[in-house]
Every structure is written in C-alpha cells, then in structure tokens.
C-alpha cells in the first residue's frame, strides 16, 4: 500500500512530511482529512454530511473534496505553490484537478508517494491511537483496526489506480516510507530539489 504525499494519499507519517515539506518550501500544505475533519468539528453543513463517511473509512463524495480544494488554493497563502496532502484519492479526483489547475494556469509539478506496507501502517495508526490516548486528546474515530481493513479496501479500489495516472504522465516519484523518518524527509527534498523549478528554500536546506 502507499502512502502519498504531493497530491495522493492515506494514514500514517504522511502528515509529518507533508509539515516538514510545509517548514522547507514555505509553502502551505492543504490535507483534506484536516480540512474535513475542522468541518466536522465546527458542525457546519458539509461536516455533518461526511462526518459518518469518514467514521466507516470510505471516501466522502468526489464533489466534496474538489470543491474544498479548489476553493482553498484561491486564497492567498498558496499564491506561490502549496502541497495536497491526502488529495486527489481517486482518479475523478485527478480529472478534476487537472480541471481546476488548468483554469487557474497552475502546473502540477510532482506527486509523491511513499510506499509503506500494510503491517507497517497497521502499527502506525495504532502506535498513533495510543499516543493520541496518553496525551488525552481524542483518538480518531478512523483509527482502529477494523475500520482500517475499510480504509485499505477503499485504497485497493479507488486510490492505487491513481499512482497509474500519475505514472503514465511522468510526475510520479517514489519513496520508501518504511526507511526512518530522516532518511525519507531527505527523499522527498531531493525529489522535489531535481524539479527545474524547485520551491525549497536556501536557508532551511
Ligand atoms: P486522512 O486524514 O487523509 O487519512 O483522511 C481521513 C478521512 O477523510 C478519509 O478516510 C476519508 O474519509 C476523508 N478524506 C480525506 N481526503 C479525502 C479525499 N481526497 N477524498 C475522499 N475522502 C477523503
């Protein structure tokens, strides 16, 4: 299973990278599951339509998270870039992307996944539970066992064609997750530092 970043996701240190990413590019870094999970949390009206989806570990509706996004990489902190993290999960995602950064003139410049296997992910959302629990806060309601067989279901169906997408369109990079975190931040830079327009920043290299 992967675990992308740059534009495809799911669970894990995805988050982690994609704020290191976030501190070295100085650019935002736009996760639907936060965004959906603050919607949740605030009670508006979208929040309450996703809220039991996302509960289950399926994917809220196509039309949901496009309009998210779109709306959100309009405002002025992603004028210089940004980083989509858990975005796009399924291919009419990508299609809709395509669509959204094609009227805006934005290229997409690279997606990146990290290539995690099951048993690791497993132990992370559960090593993620626990921490969550001895802090006191909240452990999320998608991190468990059962509902992670649904998420990886979910990931096999909808979100693996979307490495192929990417792949056959020549933006996709390859990390592996399962290498320690260090070795993996230094991954993706170097990824992203080959592009010919890199965003990283000189002084935090
Ligand atoms: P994440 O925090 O990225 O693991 O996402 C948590 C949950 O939010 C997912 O299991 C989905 O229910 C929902 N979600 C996040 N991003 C998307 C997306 N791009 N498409 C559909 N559902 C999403």
């Not at 070295?24 to 009670?43: C, H, K, N, W, Y």
Request: net charge negative; proline share 4%.
């Amino acid at each position: 299973m992967s675990d992308e970043i740059g534009s495809v996701a799911t669970a894990g240190r995805r988050e982690r990278h994609a704020g290191d990413a976030n501190d070295r590019f100085s650019i935002p870094q736009l996760s639907t599951g936060d965004m959906l999970r603050e919607a949740v949390a605030e009670g508006t009206a979208s929040g309450l339509r996703v809220k039991h989806i996302m509960d289950r570990g399926e994917l809220v509706p196509d039309d949901v998270v496009v309009s998210v996004i779109a709306n959100r990489i309009d405002h002025s902190d992603a004028a210089n870039g940004f980083i989509l993290d858990g975005f796009p999960r399924t291919v009419a995602q990508a299609e809709a992307l395509d669509q959204e950064l094609a009227t805006r003139g934005i290229k997409l410049d690279a997606v990146l996944e990290l290539e995690v296997d099951e048993d690791a992910l497993l132990d992370r959302i559960k090593g993620r539970a626990e921490e969550a629990a001895n802090r006191g806060e909240p452990v999320r309601r998608d991190d468990n066992p059962e509902v992670f067989k649904t998420r990886l279901d979910v990931y096999r169906e909808q979100t693996a064609p979307v490495t192929e997408y990417y792949r056959s369109r020549g933006l996709l990079n390859i990390v592996d997750g399962l290498q320690p975190i260090d070795a993996v931040t230094e991954q993706l830079a170097a990824a992203l530092a080959a592009l010919p327009s890199h965003p990283i920043r000189s002084d935090v290299r």
